[in-house]
């Protein structure tokens, strides 16, 4: 059962919160009382009865607990699968975040050379000399774009013509977007995105599709351009005199080709695109798998989780949880193969959950061994071991305010909240080579503040059961996904509209029987401006019995296939196991997960 509505159970059975019901009590079955009563006081106060209803040890039926029937479980409450984190388990409509290419062995460095160079291993040659390149500076973007014509010239021209500019990282006079490439060419200087700003403009005029791209990664914050080829579609990374061509990546989205080059990143923001006359600003952001491992256990462990350990072909994670659930420990050694530079990570934290509230807190740290820098220009990998701590909070309000049965029509209206703030820092270096706190980089890069509300309707009906009885709910949701972070981002850099995303989920869910529960539901998105939501529509289908789940993800961009269980063995302890397949269908990835757990679940 959801933790929420264990809550309201236990509320309604002790309405003194310090009461407790004693064996012989007409409200306590007495083969309920084994599974409830943990202190062994022949007794079952509040937090025993909602510590047994969220694990499904008994079932409050007329006003009576009693023991839960193996063959009523309430499917649709049980937890998707043993490695779930946080207050509020990841929604099923989240885009996948998966790695490019083969991130231990990115891609060197192709450098751009003049026209009469002869080109060496990792080297191409540009349509200019030195001269001719020389003559092209202090020319306006319609000169420019006539005579600019490939990836190679663009590079040549940023490399020769456009010199770094130090003063603006200081003083950004008022524009922390890029400068337009107007601005840029009368300036004749620039730092990284208003260069990449140019370079896309150039590549746009010249018919191809190009964009500019920021990104945050361990001790690096920067931006290049991805362009695409004009015949095979594939994309390409420009960064100033060098190139990683479309024929080199075989990237198939500009996200995708970043990820190749720069496989540590942890966080990419896309920028807007409004010719060479207007600037850039921040109007969209990726999180990355490696952030997602950072952010995941940032939350803690799940309510539904005990004592115990998962192992996955990803991660190893333990966790202590205490009776009364207040206080949960975590510890988590990262060995997912995809994630070469965070393998090896170890992570540590501890939680402090105020069930009452919906809250809770929690502090931690950790120290990645195989953390990489590379280099921006030779792409070269500069390991140096990363310790980081965090401090996070969280509030799950799945019924925050709720009107039911309106006038009578069995109609519900609910309101609900999930808000997830994490500051994570790491450390870096200086150019003394001195340990500092890397905010820009990965600070950045894994620190969020998310608020997501919804408004659901609802209406439960009797389809199966003959006695009327309600066994299937249908229900609309529609939810919004604030990221602060990108709206700070995006205002701070000169956006002027309101980056958040909207959505509409629907389904019914279903019991047909004591043993087969179904599900089927809906997502459509309205305005989508991260990949914490699916960027097209989504359907979802679950099948559930007692002991074990199927579901389905299916839409254009990407699909999931899953398979969980859950069983007690006794009274203490329960197995958990799962097996699921991710596929973006437009990188053509796939990522399989499998795992198992074994929890105490009470002492």
Wanted: charged residues 20%; neutral net charge; proline residues 5%.
């Amino acid at each position: 059962m959801e933790l929420q509505k264990a809550r309201e159970l236990a509320a309604t059975m002790f309405p003194d919160p310090k009461g407790k019901i004693a064996l012989g009590d007409k409200r306590l079955d007495v083969t309920a009382l084994a599974m409830a009563d943990t202190n062994h006081d022949f007794k079952v106060d509040k937090d025993e009865l909602i510590d047994a209803l969220v694990n499904d040890r008994v079932q409050v039926v007329n006003n009576r607990i009693s023991k839960m029937d193996a063959a009523i479980i309430p499917f649709a409450d049980r937890g998707a699968r043993p490695e779930e984190a946080g207050l509020r388990p990841t929604p099923w409509f989240q885009a996948p975040s998966l790695v490019g290419g083969d991130p231990k062995y990115p891609p060197g460095a192709v450098s751009v050379i003049n026209k009469s160079g002869t080109p060496g291993d990792n080297q191409i040659n540009s349509n200019y000399t030195y001269g001719q390149m020389n003559d092209l500076k202090g020319k306006d973007f319609a000169t420019l774009s006539g005579k600019l014509n490939t990836a190679a010239d663009v590079a040549h021209y940023l490399d020769q013509n456009v010199p770094y500019d130090y003063a603006r990282l200081d003083d950004s006079e008022g524009n922390l977007g890029s400068w337009s490439s107007n601005e840029v060419l009368q300036r004749g200087t620039g730092v990284c995105r208003d260069q990449h700003a140019l370079a896309r403009d150039l590549l746009k005029a010249n018919g191809y599709d190009a964009v500019l791209l920021g990104y945050a990664a361990s001790d690096q914050s920067h931006a290049v351009t991805a362009y695409q080829d004009k015949a095979t579609g594939k994309w390409g990374i420009l960064e100033y005199g060098t190139v990683y061509p479309p024929e080199q990546l075989q990237a198939n989205t500009a996200e995708e080709a970043l990820l190749m080059v720069r496989p540590a990143t942890l966080a990419i923001t896309q920028m807007s695109d409004n010719g060479p006359g207007e600037r850039s600003h921040v109007e969209g952001i990726m999180y990355t798998r490696a952030s997602r491992v950072y952010e995941n256990f940032m939350r803690g462990p799940s309510p539904y989780a005990g004592s115990g350990v998962q192992v996955t072909n990803t991660g190893i994670t333990g966790q202590v949880v205490s009776n009364d659930r207040k206080w949960s420990g975590g510890m988590q050694v990262v060995t997912d193969e995809r994630l070469p530079y965070l393998k090896g990570a170890v992570m540590v934290g501890a939680w402090r959950n105020f069930d009452n509230g919906g809250f809770r807190v929690g502090v931690g740290g950790g120290y990645v061994p195989n953390n990489t820098e590379h280099l921006i220009g030779s792409n070269d990998p500069m390991k140096k071991g990363m310790g980081f701590a965090f401090v996070a909070a969280e509030e799950f309000h799945p019924d925050m305010i709720k009107v039911k049965d309106i006038k009578g029509s069995g109609v519900n209206v609910t309101v609900g909240s999930h808000t997830s703030a994490q500051v994570m820092v790491g450390t870096g270096r200086d150019g003394d080579d001195k340990i500092r706190a890397d905010i820009e980089g990965t600070g950045l890069g894994t620190s969020s503040l998310k608020w997501n509300p919804s408004l659901t309707v609802d209406r439960g009906f009797s389809l199966w059961n003959k006695e009327g009885h309600k066994d299937t709910r249908a229900f609309a949701t529609y939810g919004l996904g604030v990221d602060a972070g990108l709206l700070a981002a995006h205002y701070m850099t000169g956006g002027r509209s309101f980056p958040i995303n909207q959505y509409v989920v629907g389904g019914v869910q279903t019991q047909a029987t004591k043993w087969l529960g179904l599900s089927a539901s809906a997502y459509v998105p309205i305005q989508n401006v991260s990949n914490d939501f699916a960027a097209k529509p989504l359907a979802r289908f679950d099948v559930m019995t007692p002991y074990v789940r199927f579901g389905t993800t299916q839409g254009k961009d990407q699909a999931a296939y899953d398979v969980s269980s859950q069983v007690a063995l006794g009274k203490h302890f329960q197995l958990g196991a799962f097996a699921c397949v991710q596929q973006d269908k437009v990188t053509k990835q796939v990522d399989p997960r499998v795992g198992v757990s074994l929890s105490l679940v009470n002492f």
